[in-house]
Every structure is written in C-alpha cells, then in structure tokens.
C-alpha cells in the first residue's frame, strides 16, 4: 500500500468513526427528547393521582377515628419527627401494628443520665 | 544402568534443548512478572500473560503443540485453550463482563463525550500510515495501529483475524500502554492545556433515568451491528453485558458476568496470549517496531481526544473541561481517574470524574467501530 492510498484509507476510517459515533450522538439526543416528552405527558397524570392520594389521605383519618386512637402523647424535649421513628422502631421490634400500641410519653433522657 | 537412566534423563530434558533465545524470553517472563507483582502495572492481566511466555518458553513442553496427525495423543493444554483465542471467543466475553459492569449513564447525560471517543482514535489512524511507511501489509498496520484504541480485547479480536503472528507483541504492547496511562497521558495534557482551560467546572450532569439506559444497549446494538456487521461479536456482546445490568431483572447473570465469567476467561486469554510469545517469533526487530509505534498511537489518541477537548470547550463558551478529551482512549476507567486527578491538580474543587466517564466508555465504543472499519477492509 503506497503511502498515499494509506492516508485515504486512514482519512476515511477516521471519518466513519466519527459518522457512527454521530448517528449516535443524535440517536441518544433523540431517545432523551422522546423519552422525556412521554414522562411529560404522563405527569399530568400523576399530579391527578398524587390529589387523589391526598384527598384520601385527609379522609381516612375521620374514617378511621372511631376505631383507635393513639391517646394523648407527651413529647419531652423530642421533636415529632423523632418520635414518629421512634414509635415506627418499637413497632417493627416488637411486631405489634402501631394502631395496638399506645405510647404515654417519649422523652429524651440526657447523655449524663444514662452514665 | 545407573548411567543408562541419566542419560535418558538428560536427553529428554529440556535443559538440553535450552537455547539463549529461551533464556532471553524466560528473561522477559521474569521482568513482567516483576514489573505485575512488584510495580503493579495491570496485574490482573500482566501476570497471566508473563506466567504464559514463560511456560511457553520452557522447551519441549508441547504446550502450544496441536495433536500430531495420526497420533493418539493429545495436544498441549494451551494449545487448546488458545482456540478460544483464536476463533474470537475470549475478547467477546470480555466485552460482556465490561458490558455488566459499565454505566452508559454519564454518556447518555452528556451525549457530546461520543465525539471525543471518536476523536481518541486518531491515533489509530496515524501508526497505521507509519507502519504501512515501515513496510507493514496492511492488515498488520491495522492490527499494530489498534494498539491506540487502548482496547485489549480489541485489539486481540482484531490481530488474531488480521495479523495473527503479530500477536504476542501486539497484546503486550496494549497491555503494558494501558498500565502506563498515569506516566502517558499528563505530561500530553499539560502540553495541550491551559491552566485557565484544566481549572474549568464542568456543570453536575443530569439524572438519566432507567428507561433510556434500557433502550441505550438495544438501540446501539441494532444501529452498530446493522451498519457494520463485523463489529457484531465486540458490540453484541458489550451490550448484551450492559443490558444483564441495568434491566435489573437478571441479577445472577449480570454478577456472574463481571465477576465469575470474566476472570475466568482473563486467565485463559492471558495465559494463552503469552504463550505465543515464543522467541523465535518474538525476538525480532518487528517486536521493536510494533511497541514504538503502539505508543506513537497510544500518544496520538490522547493528543486527538484533547484536541478534540479544547475545541469542543471553546464551542460551549468554557463550559467543557478539555482534559476529559483524553479518557476518549477507552482504557476504562483508568483513563478517567487521569482526567480527574489532572482536573484537581488544577483545581482542587474540581470533580471531573463522572464527566470524563462518557468520553471514556464512548472510547469503548469508537476503538470497537475502528476495529470494524479495519475488519471489514482488510479481513
């Protein structure tokens, strides 16, 4: 092979990697704008079920208020979120449904009480 | 009788058939051994590929030899392990297990880094003009040539159909340009580079979701394979890989691709590619020629990658790092790791990272559509 016809040979190689890899590029550019505009169209969707949820959500706890309540519930120096994990914890422990259990009080007890 | 049996002893052992050549490459078998074990340069590879040369060197061993035509006896060990080799077998499910264990993420986010795995294969290009200028045949200088995609299994897919008694110095040669990345690479990026140009932040990439990265290997696989065929093996089996992976339903088959399959296969690739390394076929000045001129490619893949780079920053306005442009050579995910600790030299908040991962496995892609190309001209 002369050295001419290798820098033909080279040049178009070169070329058509780059052609693949562009047919690709504008593939993949593709396949996002299709696959983003279909999770657009159904977000609508999920926004409608996302209220529906709610709404059922703010309903159930009148539906249910007869059947259990958790009593009164003193929180001492914990915050709600903590005590909802803390009531979660003792639940899965101990197997029993949190609609059985009833909690008193959840209180943080200091480091040097503990020692 | 005494004497009867050392002499037989003597005669049928291989010290007797013991030349310099031998000792030469038990030599060379002993240094990359070293060079594995002590320098840690590509062990996973290195190591069964060095225990392979010495093995083969050791004379009278048969290991390489075939069934002699009407003997009953059996051919060597390797010989039969190396057909696996040779009818492509290994290199393809090597590309599996790399398929299992790639995320193709970071290239869907930022599509653009295909580009630059295109651009590193420049280096491709230009060993094969110089080999062809050294006297090469053509399918030689393309096997020489694919050193620069920085592919092994590429690069042994594509000398065994193309230039199979290239072999052992062109795997060699990979391997060993692979391992040297972090020596290779930076001082081409300084070169290149800016230092206003390496301290560019790149923005974080968007979330891919699970969807387009199911589709990615579908699409590739038919679109690649559909325009050129001879990539089918490398591609087929990449994709098929990635797709074990992330449709997440195959979760025993994608672990036991990156994991049990591939090291299986890595031994016996290694070994029986060192064990073509015999001396009367590797002690040659064409050894010499093809390890210069594999890194002479290696050199100009990155150049072409950071070229590529530093236009392609200059076109978004400064938003594009160049120094991710050399992780385009597909050693992954070596490559990137070079892109990022340059990247942090510059500017220590820099995380380039996830950015140079995209060109890195577009590089995959590039050096397995190269070797096609070369495939399907010169098969």
Known sequence: ???????????????????????????????????????????????????????AAIAAPAADAPDFTAGELKLINVDEKTAAMIMAIVSHESQIPLSELQFRSIKAVPKTEIQ | ??????????????????????????????????????????????????????????????????????????????????QGVKLGIYPSLIFLGIGAMTDFGPLIARPSGLFMGAAA?????????????????????????????????????????????????????????????PLIQPPLMRLLT??????????????????????????????????????APLIGMLMLGNLFKESGVVERLSSTAQNALINIVTIFLG????????????????????????????MFSTIGGLLLGKLMCWLSGGKINPLIGSAGVSAVPMAARVSQVEGQKANPSNYLLMHAMGPNVAGVIGSAVAAGILLALFG
């Open chain 1, 1 to 55: 092979m002369s050295f001419f016809e290798s820098i033909v040979v080279s040049l178009f190689c070169i070329a058509t990697v780059f052609v693949v890899l562009a047919c690709l590029f504008v593939f993949v550019k593709i396949l996002s704008k299709v696959l983003s505009g279909l999770a657009a169209k159904s977000a609508p969707l999920s926004e409608d079920a996302k209220t529906a949820v709610e709404t």
């Open chain 2, 121 to 181: 294969q420049f280096g491709i290009f230009v060993a094969f003009i110089v080999a062809t200028l050294l006297g090469f045949s053509p399918q030689e200088a393309s096997s020489i040539g694919i050193i620069g995609g920085a592919d092994g299994p590429t690069a042994i897919y594509l000398t065994t159909r193309l230039a199979p008694e290239l072999l052992p110095a062109i795997a060699i040669a990979a391997y060993s340009y692979m391992a040297l990345i």
């Open chain 2, 194 to 231: 800016t230092e206003k140009e390496r301290k560019v932040k790149m923005e974080q990439l968007r979330e891919v979701s699970k969807l387009e990265k199911i589709c990615f290997p579908i699409a590739v696989t038919i679109f690649c394979i559909l325009l050129l065929p001879s990539v």
């Open chain 2, 271 to 298: 070994v029986t590619v060192g064990a073509t390394a015999v001396a009367d076929r590797f002690l040659r000045p064409q050894t010499l020629m093809i390890i210069a001129l594999g890194l002479m490619a290696f």
């Open chain 2, 1 to 82: 009788m005494f004497f009867e049996a050392i002499q037989t002893i003597w005669s049928d052992s291989g010290l007797i058939a013991l030349t310099w050549q031998h000792g030469l490459m038990i030599g060379v078998a002993c240094v990359l051994i070293y060079l594995a074990i002590v320098k840690k340069f590509e062990p996973l590879l290195l190591l069964p590929i060095a225990f392979g040369v010495l093995l083969a060197n050791l004379p009278l061993t048969g290991l390489m030899s075939g069934a002699a035509a009407g003997s009953k006896e059996p051919g060597g060990l390797l010989y039969y392990l190396y």
